[in-house]
C-alpha cells in the first residue's frame, strides 16, 4: 500500500514517527512531506526519516496564512499527482492535506486533541475521511464540525503511544553541560503563531526572570525550549538560561526535569506521559484532555505569580531517577489501526 503523510509542525513528527515506522516494517510504502516550520524539519532528520520539503508557515497575519495555505495545497497536489497513486493520506491537523487529498479523492485521515482550533477543525473534519480524537473530548464538542459520524477514538493520550517505546537517554545532558546535582526546569515557549493562542501569558516573562535568578544564584539549571527564531533571539535578555541551537531530545530532558512549564499542550502532556511534575501557561480556552488532566491532579494551571514562586519552592528537588516514576505506555498500533480507517477496504 502506498501511503502518503504530512507534517506541518513538531510534535506531529512526534506522533507519527512509530506509526512510519509500523507501516514500513509490514512492507508499505511511505511518502512523507513536511512543511517548514519550527522544529518540523529538524525532528525529521534527527529521527532520519526521509521526507519532501514542501511549503512554509504563513506568519502572523491572517493574509499571510491564507497565502501559504494556498501554495502549499497547490505544492501538495502537484507532489500526489507526481508520486501517488495512495491508497491514503494521513496528517494531524495538516489543511493542506486535507484540501489536496479531497481534490484528488483520496482517502485522508486527520487528527487533533485540542478542539478549539475552530477553523483549522471546520476545515479538516469537512474534508477528511476519518477523524482521529482522544476519548476524553466530549463527541458534543465535535458535533459543529462536523465530525461525528467520522470519529475513530482512541483512551488516554496521543503521547502514551508514541512514547511506549521511549527510554531517556542522559546524553542531552552532556550535550547541553547539564548536571543532575541540580534541579532541572525545562520551559517550552508560548505557541506565538497558534491562532488559538494569539495572545500571551502575563506569566511568561516574570517565569524567566525568576528561572534566570535562580540558575546564577546557583541553585537550579534552567532549559528553554524556543518554537521560533526570534524567540530564541529574544530569550539572549535572560543570562544563565540553557537555550539549544537546534532541536534536542526534549522527551529525555522532560523525564530528567524536576519540574516542566510549558505554554502549550504537546510537551504539558508528555510529562504527564513520563511522570514528570509539570505546570501550564496556557491562556486560551483550556481543551477536555487538559481539563482532565488538572481535575486529576496530573497538571497544575499556573495564573499568578503567587502560584508560580509556590510551585518553585514545592518542586525543586533533586529529580527522581528517570524510569522509576509510573508511566503509562499504550500500543502504537492502536492508533495506527484507527488512522488507517480511511484506507479503502482493498488495501487493509
Known amino acids: 500500500m502506498r501511503i502518503w503523510v504530512d507534517l506541518t509542525n513538531s510534535p506531529h513528527v512526534l506522533v507519527m514517527r512509530p506509526l512510519i515506522a509500523r507501516l514500513r516494517e509490514q512492507g508499505h510504502e511511505v511518502a512523507v512531506t513536511a512543511r517548514d516550520h519550527a522544529q518540523t524539519i529538524e525532528l525529521l532528520e534527527r529521527f532520519?526519516?526521509?521526507?519532501?520539503?514542501?511549503?512554509?508557515h504563513g506568519g502572523p497575519t491572517t493574509r499571510g496564512r491564507a497565502a501559504a495555505f494556498l501554495d502549499r495545497s497547490w505544492a501538495l497536489l502537484s507532489f500526489a499527482r507526481r508520486n501517488g497513486p495512495f491508497a491514503v493520506a494521513l496528517g494531524h491537523g495538516s489543511t493542506e492535506l486535507t484540501t489536496a487529498a479531497r481534490?484528488?479523492?483520496?482517502?485522508?485521515?486527520t487528527a487533533f486533541d485540542y478542539e478549539f482550533a475552530r477553523l483549522q477543525h471546520h476545515l479538516n473534519c469537512r474534508l477528511a475521511t476519518t477523524v482521529v480524537v482522544p476519548e476524553l473530548i466530549p463527541p458534543e464538542r465535535l458535533r459543529p464540525y462536523g465530525a461525528l459520524p467520522k470519529l475513530a477514538r482512541y483512551p488516554g493520550l496521543k503521547e502514551e503511544y508514541y512514547l511506549a517505546d521511549f527510554d531517556p537517554d542522559p546524553a542531552v545532558l552532556d550535550e547541553l553541560g547539564i548536571?543532575?546535582?541540580?534541579?532541572?526546569?525545562?520551559?517550552?515557549?508560548?505557541p506565538?503563531?497558534?491562532?488559538?493562542?494569539r495572545f500571551e501569558s502575563a506569566l511568561y516573562r516574570p517565569l524567566l526572570r525568576d528561572l534566570a535568578a535562580r540558575v546564577r544564584e546557583g541553585r537550579i539549571q534552567a532549559v528553554v525550549l524556543p518554537r521560533t527564531p526570534q524567540q530564541r533571539s529574544e530569550l539572549q535578555a535572560y543570562p544563565g538560561l540553557t537555550v539549544p541551537a537546534r532541536a534536542v531530545d526534549a522527551q529525555s530532558l522532560v523525564a530528567f526535569a524536576s519540574l516542566v512549564i510549558s505554554g502549550g499542550g504537546t510537551m504539558n502532556r508528555e510529562a504527564v506521559a513520563l511522570g514528570t511534575p509539570v505546570a501550564t501557561t496556557f491562556q486560551g480556552r483550556l481543551g477536555a484532555v487538559d481539563e482532565a488532566l488538572i481535575n486529576a491532579g496530573r497538571m497544575e494551571r499556573l495564573e499568578t505569580y503567587h502560584q508560580l514562586s509556590a510551585l518553585l519552592e514545592r518542586t525543586l528537588a533533586p529529580p527522581a531517577a528517570a524510569?522509576?516514576?509510573?508511566r503509562a505506555r499504550r500500543d502504537p498500533g492502536l492508533l495506527?489501526?484507527?488512522?488507517?480507517?480511511?484506507?479503502?477496504?482493498?488495501y487493509r
Not at 103 to 109: D, E, K, N, S, V
Not at 323 to 326: D, E, F, I, K, V
Open 323 to 326: 524510569g522509576r516514576r509510573p
Open 48 to 56: 532520519g526519516i526521509p521526507y519532501q520539503r514542501l511549503g512554509h
Open 192 to 197: 506565538e503563531t497558534a491562532l488559538y493562542h
Open 103 to 109: 481534490l484528488l479523492r483520496i482517502p485522508a485521515t
Open 179 to 190: 548536571d543532575l546535582q541540580r534541579p532541572l526546569v525545562v520551559v517550552r515557549t508560548p
Open 336 to 346: 495506527l489501526s484507527l488512522f488507517l480507517r480511511s484506507a479503502q477496504p482493498a
